[in-house]
């Protein structure tokens, strides 16, 4: 009983909200160090407000980050005291083709990143990477217009040849994008999509997601080419809808907004459009260019396993009355009145867990994989950057024993769990480093004050004591 003997226990980060040294190493521009922190970003990162340059009027975070590009030994050998058996990051594209479109990658960034890997290694832990966590190279949003263009697929497929072969036997487990949904929601952010006036918003989307969708099987044909041992994973944003009311127009809405997200995986886990979706698009107008391979290519390529981050489920009325909204991971919904928030109004549903890997469970029937979830809270910490973080604690041990249940109690098969920002770092949807995630508090504040020395919160302890439980011991 419990989680399986070798299940995968760590954290989880992205190259961008971390490393910082944005120019260094032969590093290119990419839209998501272009990305302010301020009233500004939420247009420039749903691709409203055009910001393709920094300028002198805004921070911009990404740049420097918390530096993990020169003290990612350091964090590594956090990681390996708490136990972690994954960690799980992002590469950044533009570190390895610098504008995107060249033919020959650039040595360091690879280097940098073979260097990390055997830095896990060497503290038993397993990478978890992510071939794009939202970034996309600068040059390929000026001079193609990102995934708009057909001709991303190609630069990406270059990307999958280099890593895949490069990192052969330092990486087994590769997620394709990160929560490839993301695109309806904060298109600039998720695939470099800056809108021009008048251009039909929801037909550039979808044939760009149509882009990621065959540039992911792509990736997933040749990382079993090159390694069969590799397992590769789509990444969802996911939150399971519920109607507000049982009024049967409620219960339609929620599945309906469900299947908004679903149709992402449903691509790349059962490799075909559904029927839903087809009768959307067609509904809506909506036509997608598609070249004879295609098909073929998501149908013969589907992945080995559902990864997915979690932090609420989400709620759906189709009464007008009902409207006061809650924020949440830039998804609208309705507030649940039954649910605690955080203070940045995330609904808190350790049960909505259990829901969600159950609908996942039941409609894909392969493993899953919990790559984020964690809670964003304002940390105090004493002169030693010791934080006393039992809100963070108990959040977690709810949630794992949530996931228990499903594991235990439902049958789902996980392969394993990764904590949302392990390290404190910079929060995709604001900007922040106020919002910290982390076991491991970072000395930096909004601004970009501060050390950026790390200190451990009383959190580092207990998920310490968890993963040598195999999350049998959830007590703090
Ligand atoms: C997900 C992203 C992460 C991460 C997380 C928390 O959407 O994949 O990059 O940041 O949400 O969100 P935030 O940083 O806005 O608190």
């Known amino acids: 009983m419990g989680f399986r003997k070798d299940f995968l226990w760590g954290g989880a980060t ?24 301020g009233e500004d970003r939420r247009a420039i990162i749903t691709g409203k ?14 740049k420097e980050a918390i530096d993990m590009y020169h003290r990612y030994k350091e ?16 590469i950044a594209w533009s570190r390895i083709f610098p504008k995107g479109d060249e033919t020959e990658p650039n040595e360091e960034g690879l280097k940098f990143y073979e260097d990390l890997f055997k830095e896990c290694h060497k503290h038993g832990i397993e990478p978890l990477v992510t071939i794009t966590h939202f970034d996309c190279p600068m040059h390929l949003i000026k001079e193609y217009g990102a995934w708009r263009n057909r ?6 497929e270059n990307l999958c040849q280099v890593i895949f072969r490069r990192y052969k036997g330092l990486v087994k487990y590769w997620l394709t994008f990160n929560e490839i949904n993301m695109i309806l929601h904060a298109p600039f952010m998720g695939a470099g999509l800056y809108f021009e006036e008048g251009e039909n918003v929801e037909q550039v989307k979808y044939q760009a997601a149509h882009h990621e969708l065959v540039a992911s099987a792509i990736a997933t044909r040749i990382a079993h080419e090159v390694d069969p041992e590799n397992k590769v994973g789509c990444m ?10 049982c009024k049967p127009e409620d219960v339609f809405k929620a599945q309906q907004s469900d299947r908004e997200n679903y149709f992402f995986i449903d691509v790349q886990s059962r490799g075909e459009y559904p ?11 909506i036509d997608i260019k598609m070249e004879a391979e295609d098909l073929q290519l998501l149908k013969e390529n589907t992945v080995d396993f559902i990864s997915f981050s979690y932090y609420s489920s989400r709620v759906v009325s189709t009464d007008p009355k009902v409207n006061e909204k809650t924020s949440g991971n830039l998804f609208a919904s309705v507030k649940n009145p039954y649910l605690e928030a955080s203070e940045w109004g995330w609904q808190i549903d350790p049960l909505g867990l259990r829901v969600t890997m159950n609908s996942l469970y039941d409609r894909y029937q392969k493993p899953l994989f919990i790559v984020e979830n964690g809670l964003g809270a304002v940390d105090v910490p004493d002169e030693n950057g010791y934080v006393e973080d039992d809100y963070r604690i108990e959040y977690l041990a709810e949630h794992i024993k949530a996931m228990k249940d499903a594991v235990e109690l439902d049958g789902v098969d996980l ?17 922040e480093m106020k919002k910290r995630y982390g076991f491991i508090y970072v000395d930096r504040d909004n601004e970009g004050n501060g050390t950026l020395a790390r200190s451990k919160k009383k959190s580092f302890d207990w998920y310490k004591k968890v993963i040598a439980s195999n999350g049998e011991d959830l007590s703090f």
């Open 14 to 37: 992205a190259a961008n909200q971390c490393e910082g040294g944005y120019n260094e190493g032969g590093r290119g521009l990419a839209n998501v160090d272009v990305v302010p922190i």
């Open 49 to 62: 407000k055009k910001m393709f340059e920094f300028d002198d009027e805004h921070f911009y975070p990404a």
């Open 75 to 90: 964090d590594i050998a956090l990681f390996g005291e708490m136990g972690f058996k994954t960690y799980r990051l992002s």
């Open 151 to 156: 001709a991303l697929i190609g630069f990406y």
């Open 236 to 245: 969802l944003a996911a939150g399971h809808y519920y109607p507000y009311s």
């Open 275 to 285: 029927a839903y979706a087809l009768k959307k698009l067609e509904r809506e107008g």
């Open 415 to 431: 392969l394993g769990y990764t904590t949302w920002g392990c390290i404190d770092l910079v929060s995709a949807g604001t900007g």
